[in-house]
C-alpha cells in the first residue's frame, strides 16, 4: 500500500529531517572538539596559500581594473595580454610601496628600539627620581604614584623576563618561518592566476552554481557575494586609509609636544587602529610602558593625548572615511572583535565586524521580508 503525503507534511518531515541532522552533526562535533579543531588547524595550513591567494587577488583588483581601464584601454594588445601586463603592474605596485614604507620606517624604530635597551637602565633611575620628586612635592598623591610606579616596574620586569625567555627559542621557529615565506610567495602567486583568469574562474563558478541549485538561489548567492565584497573593500581600504591617517597625526603631535620615540609608538598606535573600538587603546599599552620608562609624567600626558586621539578618530575620522559602510550598532561592533579575537586572534578582530555585519544586514533582510508577508508591522 503506497503512503501519500500531504505538500505540508513533506516540508514538515524535510525541515525536521534537516534540524535533526544538524543537531546530531553539533552533538558530535561538540564530542570530539578537539579532533575537529585539530582538522581545522591542519585544513587552514594545507589552503593558507590560497586563502593568501584569493585575499590579494581581491584587494588587488580594483588597481589591475584601473590599470587595465585608464592606462591599457587604448593599446592595440589582445586582451589577455593587458590582463597579465596589468595584473602584474598591480602586484609589482603593492610591493613596491610596502617595501618602500618598510624601508622607510623600519631603521627608525629599530634605531628607538636599540636606544631604549640601552639606557633603560638609567631610565629606571631617572623614574625613582621623578616619582621621589613628587611624592615630596605632593605627599597626598604618594599612595597613588608608588602604587602606579609597582604596577609599571612589575609590568616591565615581566616584559623582560618574556624577552629573555623567549629570545633563546627564536631559532626553533626558523622552520615556520620558512614556510611562513614560502606560504605568502606561493600566496602571491595564485593571486596573479587568480587575477589572470577571474573571468574564467567566474563563469566555472556560475556553472556549478547553476547545476546545483535554482535559478533563484543563485541569484540570492550572487547579491549575496557582492554585498559582502562592497563590505570586505570598502571596510579594509577605509580602515587601512584611517590607520594611516592616525599614526602619521600621533607622529607629528608626539613630535611636537617632544614625547620621546615618536615614530615607533606612533607605528605601533597605526597599526593597532586597524582593530575596530580597542584599537586605540590596545595600541596606548605598549607606548604608555615605553614613556614610562623614560618619564612617568609623560607617560601620563601620552594617555591623555591617545584618549583625545580616540575621541577624534572615532566621531569625526572614522566616520568621514568609513561612512555608514558597516551599518550595525556598536554593542554589535564591539561583539564582533571579542567573538573573533576569541576564536582567531587579531585576524579575527580585525575581520569580525565586516563578517558580522553581512550576517546582521541579511538577517535584518530575512526578518523584514518574512514580516512583511505576514504583514506584521513592529514599531
Known sequence: MKIKFSQNTKENIIAFTIAGSILIGLYFSILNIDVLKSFCSKTVSV?????????????LHPVMNWI??????????????KRKISAGLAMILAILIVLGFLFLIIPSISDSIIKLSNQIGNYAVNAEVIVSDIIRKYPQTADVVTWLFDIGEDTIM???????NTIPTILNYSIKLVTAIFDFVMGLIIALYILFDRERFYVQIKKIAYS????????????LALLSSKMFNSFIVGKVVDSLIIGLICYIAMTLLGFDFPLLISFIVGVTNVIPFFGPFIGAVPGFLILFIVNPVESLWFLLFIFALQQFDGN?????????????????????????????????MFLGVPVFSIIYVVTKAVVEKRLESRQVQVD
Do not use: C, N, W
Not at 47 to 59: E, N, R, S, Y
Open 47 to 59: 589552503v593558507l596559500p590560497f586563502i593568501i591567494g584569493f585575499a590579494v587577488a581581491f584587494l
Open 68 to 81: 587595465e581601464k585608464a592606462v591599457l584601454s587604448k593599446t592595440k594588445m589582445k586582451h589577455a595580454t
Open 158 to 164: 615581566e616584559f623582560v623576563d618574556y624577552l629573555k
Open 212 to 223: 546545483i541549485f535554482s535559478v533563484k538561489v543563485v541569484k540570492q548567492f550572487r547579491e
Open 316 to 348: 569625526i575620522l572614522g566616520p568621514l572615511i568609513l561612512g555608514d559602510s558597516m551599518g550595525i550598532p556598536t554593542l554589535y561592533v564591539m561583539f564582533a572583535i571579542l567573538v573573533g579575537g576569541g576564536f582567531f586572534g587579531v585576524l579575527g
